[in-house]
């Protein structure tokens, strides 16, 4: 079982609406949450960091954390053409407390 | 702002080439890492380094070394370099926090080095 997975997607939504993407992690002592974006031939971007259980909302995005199930997730309201992107979960803690370990990706279309 | 820098955006090399990626932090961070990103696999960890002269192998280190003589620079070498070396390298640095100090444990990367290696 890898560390953290993701969908590879492509995730596909029309523009105005809610994209959800998802990450399950296995180390049930993670700590620390991060949603990086990745434009093609660029660098990740943290988006959003998360470590308490529930949602924290930034503008049109939304971590929201729940521990006992082990997933987080990034939610992005009204999706803008802009936002296609690839979308990497990180996580931290647990076992290896100074070590991140990166999802694979979701990579994510909002079509005009 | 954050920056971390990569010395090259591309560079082609040939096989055998022993060759240096090299990255600078200008905000006193402790932490730097080397990643390399492929398609379906993502982001690797080859090498991470605590502090100055201090370096820890990551997950693939085969085939790479690295040196940290100053706290600002952290250099990634390729011995020979070898065609499935051919990669997106990226640089990052991190400021750790103690206990879980969240925003300290945030990752900045550079922009990337696009390595092919002929």
Request: some cysteine; charged content about 20%; glycine content about 8%.
């Amino acid at each position: 079982q890898k560390e953290v997975e993701q969908n590879s997607g492509p995730l596909s939504v029309p523009e105005g609406a809610i994209a959800s993407l998802n990450c399950t992690y296995s180390d049930r002592g993670s700590q620390s949450f991060f949603w990086y974006r990745q434009y093609s031939g660029k660098s990740p971007e943290l988006i959003m960091f998360i470590y308490s259980n529930g949602d924290k909302e930034d503008g049109r995005f939304t971590a929201q954390l729940n521990k006992a199930s082990q997933y987080v997730s990034l939610l992005i309201r009204d999706s803008q053409p802009s936002d296609s992107a690839t979308y990497l979960c990180a996580v931290i803690g647990g076992t290896s407390y100074d070590k991140v370990i990166f999802g694979p990706g979701t990579s994510l279309s909002v079509i005009p | 702002d954050v920056k971390v820098t990569q010395s090259s955006r591309y560079l082609v090399k040939r096989t055998g080439e022993k060759v240096f990626l090299e990255c600078v932090q200008d905000m006193d961070h402790e932490n730097m890492f080397w990643y390399r990103q492929d398609p379906g696999l993502g982001l690797r960890l080859i090498y991470f380094s605590y502090d100055v002269k201090m370096k820890e192998k990551g997950d693939i280190p085969e085939g790479y070394s690295v040196s940290r003589e100053k706290k600002e620079r952290f250099s990634l070498i390729l011995e020979s370099a070898s065609t499935n070396q051919t990669s997106m390298y990226l640089c990052a640095s991190r400021s750790p926090g103690t206990g879980f100090s969240l925003a300290k444990n945030i990752q900045y990367f550079g922009a990337g080095t696009r390595l092919s290696v002929l």
